[in-house]
């Protein structure tokens, strides 16, 4: 069975930490996603990376990075975290243009 | 990105047909149209998607009208299973790098009554 994992279901952390959320994929997919879900303002891109080493800005990207060394892994940086970062992270993977987008269970982060 | 326009919430009742319908009157002739829904807690999962023809998987079917400025999600008989956030959500085909990015609009919430 296809699978994306997400190191965390939950998260809980303080202003100013760095954050790091890791994605991995199985199914040897050259694109995944990092996306945020928020009430009210549906899912919303953040980074995604199309090859190894290759990223590129979604449409928030401000106060995020992004860091793919491995073809099954991505990881989505907090530099800095603040409270407004305080959202629901899903990760996402697909293999080519017309597939199937597989996303993870999410991650609930607080920033307290 | 071609927009689209959903009912905000729907309901039906368990073992009958659902009919989810979607508005994208600036669809492009480029444009795939995918459905994602998301169960609670859960990420969103992938439905079905299409071009121009009606298409049917083991999940749902896609109803396509001729025009392209509007399609329907059909759930043959509805379960408890099935009350989610439905997307509908065009992507241009025509983009190759990057192409996979969806944007999510704010969906049908859909509720199952027993």
Known sequence: DVKVTQSSRYLVKRTGEKVFLECVQDMDHENMFWYRQDPGLGLRLIYFSYDVKMKEKGDIPEGYSVSREKKERFSLILESASTNQTSMYLCASVLGVDDEQFFGPGTRLTVL | ?114
């Open chain 2, 1 to 114: 990105d071609a927009k689209t326009t959903q009912p905000n919430s729907m309901e039906s009742n368990e073992e009958e047909p659902v009919h989810l319908p979607c508005n994208h009157s600036t669809i492009s002739g480029t444009d795939y149209i995918h459905w994602y829904r998301q169960l609670p807690s859960q990420g969103p999962e992938y439905v079905i998607h299409g071009l121009t023809s009606n298409v049917n998987n083991r999940m749902a079917s896609l109803a396509i009208a001729e025009d392209r400025k509007s399609s329907t999600l059909i759930l043959h008989r509805a379960t408890l299973r099935d009350a989610a956030v439905y997307y509908c959500i065009l992507r241009d085909g025509a983009i190759i790098q990057g192409a996979q990015k969806l944007v999510f609009g704010q969906g049908t919430r859909l509720t199952i009554n027993p």
